[in-house]
Structures are given as structure tokens and as C-alpha cells.
């Protein structure tokens, strides 16, 4: 048996480490609880689910497929969303399905929450983002590196999303063929 801790393998500075100490969300479990059932499969934890909708809008990604992804080999996004090296994320439509669970007006103010406590937290300026992930030295010009946008609101951000999801909500394993 081999014994991993990701919390080992995460740097201090790490900026998802930085930021899952002081960010509790567990405020959410209270507020979306009427819109989980109680039987059937196991939903997505809320808490995971608004975890990585940030993780998206910071990293400026707007396909759920991409952002499992992006999260799935990242130790600082597995840590930072409470998951071990050897477990899978959710599947990016349930990710989709999850968003249209919540009425937009809820979803929409969860976020926001969310996305104020990191901006209460120092961790986020709200109009750009630097993320430095791990350490690597490179042969880069330090004058072609480009600062990370956000997108100019929560509002932009989302448009797209519901788009570009709407089209890959197929589960890759599912045969569609006759």
C-alpha cells in the first residue's frame, strides 16, 4: 500500500493551498440543501461543485470538460477541492447538471458570495489574477509573459459556459449509436 499525502506535495506559497485554509464554504451545504434529493445517486458536494466554478473563472476556463481536465492532474486542485491522487473527479456533466439544478439567481448570488470571500480573504483583486502554480525555471523572456485576465464579470464569465456545455453534456461512455 502506498501512503501519499497531497498536503506534502503542495508548496506553502502554492496560491489554491493559500486560499483553501481560510475559505469556508460550508455555508453552502444550508442554502442549496433543498435542492438535492435524498435518494437516488449522490450528487456533487455543493462545496466541491462552487470550488471548481472558481477554479474556472480564475483560470479563465468556460468548458466543464476542460475543466476537469485542468484539475484532474494538478495536486494543488486536487488538495484545494478535498480530493486524494487516486480519486476521480466528477464527470464534467455532472458538473453541467449541477448548474441547472440551482435557479440562475441563486446560482449567480452563491457565486458571488464565494468570489467576495476570496476578495475579503486578500487572495483575489478582482480584475487580475497571477497564479503561479509550482516552481519551474524556464528559458522564457520575462518580457513575454502575459498577466491573467478575468473575465470582465461573473455575468461575461457564464454566458459561454452554458453554450459550450450544452453541446459536450454526453457521457463519453454512453453508446449513442443505433
Not at 36 to 63: A, H, M, T, W
Request: with cysteine; glycine share 4%; net charge negative.
Amino acid at each position: 500500500m502506498l501512503l501519499f499525502s497531497l498536503s506534502a506535495h503542495v508548496p506553502e506559497h502554492n496560491f489554491y493551498r493559500r486560499l483553501k485554509q481560510p475559505l469556508n464554504l460550508d455555508f453552502l451545504y444550508e442554502l442549496t440543501q433543498p435542492y438535492y434529493g435524498r435518494c437516488g445517486q449522490q450528487s456533487i458536494d455543493p462545496v466541491v461543485f462552487f470550488k471548481l466554478c472558481l477554479v474556472g473563472y480564475l483560470e479563465n476556463i468556460v468548458s466543464d470538460r476542460q475543466l476537469i481536465a485542468h484539475c484532474s492532474p494538478r495536486l494543488d486542485l486536487l488538495y484545494f477541492l478535498g480530493y486524494q491522487l487516486d480519486e476521480p473527479l466528477p464527470w464534467h456533466s455532472t458538473l453541467s447538471r449541477t448548474r441547472q439544478l440551482y435557479p440562475e439567481a441563486l446560482f449567480e448570488s452563491l457565486f458571488e458570495k464565494v468570489f467576495h470571500l476570496c476578495v475579503e480573504k486578500g487572495m483575489v483583486a478582482g480584475d487580475r489574477q497571477a497564479i503561479d502554480s509550482a516552481p519551474i525555471k524556464t528559458n522564457a523572456s520575462m518580457n513575454s509573459l502575459l498577466l491573467k485576465q478575468l473575465a470582465e464579470s461573473l455575468t461575461t464569465h457564464l454566458m459561454p459556459i452554458d453554450g459550450v456545455n450544452d453541446q459536450t453534456t454526453e457521457d463519453p461512455n454512453q453508446n449513442t449509436s443505433g
